[in-house]
C-alpha cells in the first residue's frame, strides 16, 4: 500500500531550518510540482525556490517543507493521483502526504471564529489564533467494507470520480462507532445487513483527507442487493474467478479485494 516504504516517516512536528537541498513541496488544488527524470520523481529543492515555508515531515533522512511556486525549468503540477501511482514509493507517499497537509494549511489561513489571520503553532503541528482558536490537521475517518456472501464478494462503481470497481466505502458522520459506519454505508449503498464484522487495517489516504478504516464482514438473509443510484452507478457479487485485475500495492480497497481473490480473506472470518 501506498504507506508501505522502506524508510521510516517522521511526521513529528519540530522547528528546523531548511538546508539547500531539502526538498519542497508545492501543491496546487489536488497536484503536486515534481519533475520526472529517468523515471524519478524529482521535487524542488530549497536552493531553487526564493521562499520556503513550514518544516512538513522527513522520509528517512529526506526533508520536506511547504513552498508556493509557479511551473518553473522541467517542474510542472502533476495531479496527485498519477503521483499516487509513481514507482518510486516513497517519493510517491511524500507527494500524496504532503499535498494532504498543505491543502489544509491552504485552507486554513484565517480563522473560522474570528476572521483573523492563523499562524502556525510553535510547539505543535496546529494552526493557531489571538482568539484562542487551535486548529489540527484535518482527518477524517471512512471505512471500506469488504462484504462477502456464500464464497462471493460484494463491489461496486461509483457515479462519479473513481471509474473502477471497488468495495462499499464512506465517511463517518457525527456520532458513530466506525463499526456503525459499516453498518449504516452498507445499508444506504447495497440495502443488505451485515454480520461479523472483522477490523483488517487501515491506511491513510491523503488524496481524500481521510484515514480508511478496512473491514471484511458478512452478508445477513439472502443478500439481495439494493442499490442507491444517488451514489452508485453499479453494485453485484463477484467469484474469485471474475475478479481479473491485481494489487495495485497502492490502495488498501485493492489488497483487500486480492485477498478476497487469493481466498487469504477466509482466515479474517469466523
Ligand atoms: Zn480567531
Known amino acids: 500500500m501506498i504507506q508501505d516504504i522502506n524508510s521510516h516517516f517522521y511526521n513529528q512536528h519540530k522547528q528546523t531550518k531548511p538546508e539547500e537541498t531539502d526538498f519542497v513541496l508545492c501543491c496546487k488544488n489536488d497536484a503536486v510540482l515534481c519533475a520526472e527524470r529517468d523515471r524519478k520523481l524529482c521535487f524542488p529543492t530549497v536552493s531553487q525556490l526564493k521562499t520556503v515555508g513550514a518544516y512538513l515531515f522527513s522520509v528517512g533522512s529526506t526533508k520536506y517543507f511547504a513552498g508556493e511556486s509557479d511551473e518553473f525549468a522541467d517542474y510542472t503540477y502533476l495531479n496527485a493521483r498519477t503521483a499516487a501511482n509513481h514507482a518510486e514509493r516513497e517519493k510517491a507517499f511524500a507527494a500524496v502526504t504532503g499535498a494532504h497537509l498543505l491543502n489544509w494549511y491552504n485552507d486554513n489561513r484565517f480563522c473560522g471564529r474570528c476572521g483573523n489571520k492563523m499562524h502556525h503553532s510553535q510547539t505543535e503541528r496546529a494552526m493557531v489564533c489571538a482568539c484562542g482558536n487551535v486548529v489540527y490537521p484535518k482527518i477524517c475517518p471512512a471505512v471500506i467494507v469488504a462484504i462477502i456472501h456464500d464464497g462471493r464478494i460484494c463491489l461496486t462503481k461509483y457515479n462519479r470520480g ?99 481473490k487469493s481466498g487469504a480473506y477466509k482466515n479474517l472470518l469466523p
Open 162 to 260: 473513481y471509474a473502477h470497481w471497488a468495495l462499499v466505502a464512506g465517511y463517518c458522520e457525527i456520532g458513530e462507532t466506525v463499526e456503525q459506519t459499516v453498518h449504516r454505508e452498507v445499508m444506504e449503498e447495497v440495502g443488505i445487513r451485515v454480520k461479523n464484522l472483522r477490523y483488517y487495517k487501515s491506511q491513510p489516504w491523503g488524496r481524500s483527507s481521510s484515514l480508511l478504516f478496512g473491514f471484511f464482514c458478512e452478508a445477513e438473509g439472502d443478500a439481495l442487493l439494493t442499490v442507491d443510484n444517488n451514489e452508485l452507478k453499479e453494485a453485484k457479487w463477484f467469484s474469485p474467478d471474475e475478479i481479473d485485475f491485481e494489487d495495485d500495492k497502492v490502495s488498501l480497497t485493492r489488497e483487500m479485494i486480492g485477498l478476497f
